[in-house]
């Protein structure tokens, strides 16, 4: 089942659309919106796959809509009455483009494109989730909030109640403890190696006696003794030789 919304300043485009999701089995029209800002807020926290979206609206733009939550994996179909608007969307990698009025024949090819492209970004995402995993934690500055990408991470430092996330050459320290941290920490990915240290089992291109080497990290960090046999054990199902 795909979850889609619709963004579109005109109710009676809306009403096009609406009628032809629902000959689509496969679509599940989950809310409808003639404010772009609106819509934006509904997306936090939800599970959409695809949003069929104006291009032309007097709030904002579909082409600046897209720009605001392009970091989330959503897919689009664009709609326009100005066919000179559509080129613009295909630079932000949309799926499709109809033009306005919609056939319910054009509308049924460009939903099939876009299903094999949402099962193919899904099908990604099994292969390697943390490439699409983040943590948002909070920051040592009262409210902020900071993403971290956990494809970024290299390792993770403790420091008593707060942690020190090292990733692409950035050091972010965050108001969390190691515990609250590992327990979110996918374990395919990543490794506890002593007390204060966490690291991407990924990064990991070396082993030098009780030390690990990590790509693109200076310092090496040593493996402790209450966490050496597991960090082994895991090590070894890789070994060849």
Sequence with gaps: MINCIIVD?????????????????RLNLIASFTKPTEAITFLNGQQVDLIFLDIHMPEIS?????????????HFILTTAYREFAPDGFDLDVIDYLIKPIPLTRFLQAVTKAQKAISQS?????????E????????QIKGKVIKINLIDIDYIEGM???????????RTVALNTMKEIEGK??????????????????????????RVILKNVSSEILIGETYKQHFIETIR???II
């Excluded at 720009?67 to 959503?74: A, D, K, S």
């Excluded at 008593?160 to 950035?170: E, R, T, W």
């Excluded at 920490?185 to 009780?210: C, H, M, W």
Aim: hydrophobic letters at 40%.
């Design 9 to 25: 300043d005109e109710a009676h485009a809306i009403e096009v659309l609406q009628h032809h999701i629902k000959s689509i089995a």
């Design 62 to 74: 579909g082409i600046e809509f897209i720009q605001t939550v392009r970091h989330e994996n959503y």
């Design 122 to 130: 899904k099908t990604d995402w099994i292969k390697n989730p943390v």
């Design 132 to 139: 699409s995993e983040y943590f948002m934690v909070k920051g």
């Design 160 to 170: 008593k109640n707060y942690v020190a996330f090292h990733h692409n050459g950035i």
């Design 185 to 210: 920490l996918p374990e395919q990915y990543f490794i506890r190696v002593q007390k204060s240290f966490i690291i991407a089992i990924n990064k990991i291109t070396a082993l030098d006696g009780n």
């Design 237 to 239: 199902k890789k070994q």
